[in-house]
């Protein structure tokens, strides 16, 4: 049985920071590409980071504040996020994809307010 398990959100201050992990069982970790997504009220899914075996890509908007990582031997993708601010305010999603499959975690809620 696939699963995503995504922790490491909560409410914090602009500024300071958070890790997020997302435990993954069911499927070969290692040969997958790897990553978050978040989605605001109101808004679409976007794109935070992918990681792959050769590189890692981060967007724009948290570029320099939001680094991806990943542990082939725990299983486990990682998003350290330092700087938040209010607008990275969402729910924070990890995926799993390959050239014929795609699994989703259920999310974990991230706030940031003063």
């Known amino acids: 049985q696939v699963q995503l398990v995504e922790s490491g959100g909560g409410l914090v201050q602009p500024g300071e920071s958070l890790r997020l992990s997302c435990a993954a069982s069911?499927?070969?970790?290692?040969?997958?590409?790897m990553s978050w997504y978040r989605q605001a009220p109101g808004k679409e899914r976007e794109l935070v980071a992918r990681?792959?075996?050769?590189?890692?890509y981060t967007a724009d908007s948290v570029r320099g504040r939001f680094a991806i990582s990943r542990d082939n031997g725990k299983n486990t993708v990682y998003l350290q996020m330092n700087n938040l601010k209010p607008e990275d305010t969402a729910v924070y999603y990890c995926?799993?994809?390959?050239?014929?499959?795609?699994?989703w975690g259920q999310g974990t809620q991230v706030t940031v307010s003063s």
């Open positions: 995926k799993a994809r390959n050239a014929a499959l795609e699994y």
């Open positions: 990681i792959v075996s050769i590189g890692a």
């Open positions: 069911g499927f070969t970790f290692s040969s997958f590409t």
